[in-house]
């Protein structure tokens, strides 16, 4: 499977599946921007996924049937790559992106974003 491969598969569908280590797989949108995954966390409770990926990275993303190992961590580029993941968001969701953002603390909500590292 290439990188190419999986980013068809992440957007030709909105609900795909993550999860960290042995966990259950859990549902969340993922989106791509110039061939690079992410995912962004909307719910804020204790002991998240996000939480999971922070203290133990390795995981999987399920996409379609088909499941990729990945690693989940921060990326580097934070504040440059919100930009793009956020045009991704919009791309996919369209309208009802936006309309989601008059919800929720955008600082915080961008700076939850998670890269998906697909270990290929």
């Known amino acids: ?50 939480d999971a990926f922070l203290d133990h990275p390795d995981g999987a993303m399920k996409v379609g049937d088909t499941e990729v190992l990945i690693k989940g961590v921060v990326p580097e580029n934070l504040e440059e790559v919100n930009k793009l993941v956020n045009k991704a968001y919009f791309k996919k969701m369209n309208i009802m992106y936006w309309l989601m953002r008059l919800t929720y603390s955008r600082k915080k909500h961008e700076a939850s974003t998670l890269e998906l590292i697909p270990q290929i």
């Open 1 to 50: 499977m290439t990188i190419q491969d999986i980013a068809n598969k992440v957007n030709s569908s909105w609900v795909h599946q993550i999860r960290c280590g042995e966990h259950r797989f859990v549902d969340i949108t993922i989106v791509e921007a110039e061939g690079r995954f992410f995912v962004r966390q909307y719910k804020f409770g204790k002991r998240s996924w996000r």
